[in-house]
């Protein structure tokens, strides 16, 4: 009996002899090599864009935090001048007791200034302090500054939320260890959301909103300052 021959490659294209038979390798890794090639022909592509972006995206960060910290500067300043004020212009809304000790004092000492008057006569009169009813001017000033102070803390929250969102922004979007087309598709997805959620006209938004909180703040001042003193007003 011959031994078969041994398989031996035929001009290094994959085919092997086993006897009389042609058997062809599989073209997986022919597919393979040529999606990597794609693949590292469109990096430059992408690393291309993920620099520009992030100069964009970096601008658009550090402009919205610096608004943001003004915001939050002034409106830490603002709320607490205006609480100082609401401490004073709050004690117009309840009655002082001090007035209903004056109250009882003063109609003791006329029952006991009048001799003709009997101790029965005494206790038998039944004298109530009138009902308290606080002005209309210290309800209208406090219900401004009120709602001014809320719209203040109010911007100064938002501002806060929109420094942690700037900073985590840059950080999901610019993740170091992701291949290009990664980074590219979470930079492009986020920024998409930017502009779907508005999120810019959000952050022109907050000064407006203190706007309203400082318009408020001055009427209700101008109110406060007519009610005490009409000179100090006019002036």
Do not use: C
Not at 175 to 181: A, N
Not at 204 to 229: D, M
């Amino acid at each position: 009996m011959s031994e078969a021959a041994p398989s031996e490659p035929i001009n290094g294209e994959g085919i092997e002899m086993s006897g009389s038979r042609s058997v062809p390798q599989p073209a997986q890794n022919q597919s393979f090599q040529g999606q990597t090639n794609f693949s590292d022909s469109s990096g430059p592509l992408f690393q291309q864009y993920i620099k520009m972006t992030e100069g964009e995206d970096e601008k658009m960060s550090h402009r919205w935090q610096k608004d943001a910290d003004g915001i939050v500067i002034f409106t830490g300043l603002f709320s607490a001048a205006l609480a100082a004020l609401l401490t004073v212009s709050v004690q117009d809304l309840k009655q002082n007791p001090q007035d209903i000790s004056v109250f009882y004092l003063t109609n003791i000492y006329q029952l006991l200034a009048d001799p003709n008057i009997s101790h029965a006569a005494i206790l038998a009169t039944t004298v109530q302090p009138p009902v308290f009813s606080p002005p209309t001017s210290a309800v209208f000033v406090n219900s401004l500054w009120f709602l001014s102070l809320v719209i203040s803390l109010t911007s100064a929250l938002l501002a806060t939320m929109l420094q942690q969102w700037a900073r985590r922004y840059l950080t999901i979007t610019q993740p170091p260890r992701y291949s290009p087309h990664k980074r590219a598709s979470i930079r492009a997805f986020f920024a998409n959301g930017v502009e779907e959620f508005h999120l810019p006209w959000s952050v022109e938004a907050l000064p407006a909103l203190l706007h309203l909180s400082l318009f408020l703040f001055f009427t209700g001042l101008a109110i406060y300052l007519s009610s005490v003193n009409h000179t100090v007003f006019t002036v």
